[in-house]
């Protein structure tokens, strides 16, 4: 959208969450380094503080991966959060994101990409080579289970929490 009529949509998001008093968090995105454009972190900078001043509670430039960039779009929208897509390795860590100023990092679907690479690696071998070696260093059963279990029990927790009752 062009930015006048996109802080229009934002602004009218953020008066829907105001009066209807509910507990939601307000991301806006600005996807110039996505769409290629020709100069997309002042356009992005430019998006994004229009956003924050328009009621946005978190700030979304997906797309730079440049510890330099990042920096220059923390410091833009200060003291809003950024979030960074992260889905490749730059080479940073979630610690170099955070020292960076970042306050959250999404992954996107780069999760299911590892997994799909695994297996598309692995099915590559046993077709090519007729090898189970895509199979080495895989995750047990019961290590992949107990994950779950963990997790399932996590969550349980947390609701329990929320409501008010005891763990």
Do not use: M
Not at 129 to 137: H, V, Y
Request: with cysteine; net charge positive.
């Amino acid at each position: 959208y062009e930015l006048p009529l996109a802080v229009e949509r934002l602004r009218a998001a953020r008066d829907a969450i105001n009066q209807s008093r509910a507990d939601v968090l307000l991301t806006a995105r600005a996807e110039c380094f996505l769409v290629g454009h020709h100069d997309a972190l002042r356009e992005s900078v430019r998006r994004l503080q229009a956003f924050a001043e328009a009621g946005a509670d978190v700030l979304f430039a997906p797309g730079p991966h440049d510890p330099t960039a990042i920096k220059a779009l923390v410091d833009a929208v200060r003291p809003k959060p950024i979030n960074v897509l992260v889905i490749r390795d730059s080479g940073l860590s979630v610690a170099d994101i955070a020292a960076l100023g970042v306050r959250r990092i999404s992954v996107g679907g780069a999760l299911a990409l590892a997994a799909w690479t695994g297996f598309t690696r692995a099915a590559q071998k046993l077709k090519s080579e007729g090898s189970f070696a895509g199979f080495a260093s895989l995750v047990s059963y019961p290590d992949i289970n107990g994950f779950f279990v963990t997790d399932y029990r996590t969550r349980q927790s947390d609701k329990q929490r929320a409501a008010g009752s005891p763990s």
